[in-house]
């Protein structure tokens, strides 16, 4: 079992920044892709960003491309979103993902294995 705990969300004024953590634990791997998706009452769960095991690659969402950056620290298991430049539209709740045994990215929430608690982020105008 892997655990995933996300941090760093909370309130912000429209144009400023957060930085979100995403730590995993237990049973980890090295060989494994992890992303960010985030929901809104009402709407379907949408993915933000993810990136590959080695961080070379990665995707955006177009809503979110040139303001988020997605990065991971695979020695500490650990999964990054900086988030500059916030909207009003950006405003959800932010699930850290991941999914274990493999190299490739996806962008497909019904690709992961595991997922984090969540962490509101609100963003104020």
């Known amino acids: 079992q892997v655990q995933l705990v996300e941090s760093g969300g909370g309130l912000v004024e429209a144009g400023g920044s957060l930085r979100l953590s995403c730590a995993a634990s237990?049973?980890?791997?090295?060989?494994?892709?992890m992303a960010w998706f985030r929901q809104t009452p009402g709407k379907e769960r949408e993915i933000v960003a993810a990136?590959?095991?080695?961080?070379?690659?990665?995707y955006y969402a177009s809503s979110v491309k040139g303001r988020f950056t997605i990065s991971r620290d695979n020695a500490k298991t650990t999964l990054f979103l900086q988030m500059n430049s916030l909207k009003l539209e950006d405003a959800a709740v932010y699930y850290c993902?991941?999914?274990?045994?493999?190299?490739?990215?996806?962008?497909?929430?019904?690709?992961?294995?595991?997922w984090g608690q969540g962490t509101q982020v609100t963003v104020s105008s």
């Open positions: 993902a991941y999914k274990p045994y493999t190299y490739t990215l996806r962008t497909n929430e019904d690709d992961y294995d595991y």
């Open positions: 237990g049973r980890t791997f090295t060989r494994s892709v």
């Open positions: 990136i590959s095991w080695s961080g070379t690659e990665t």
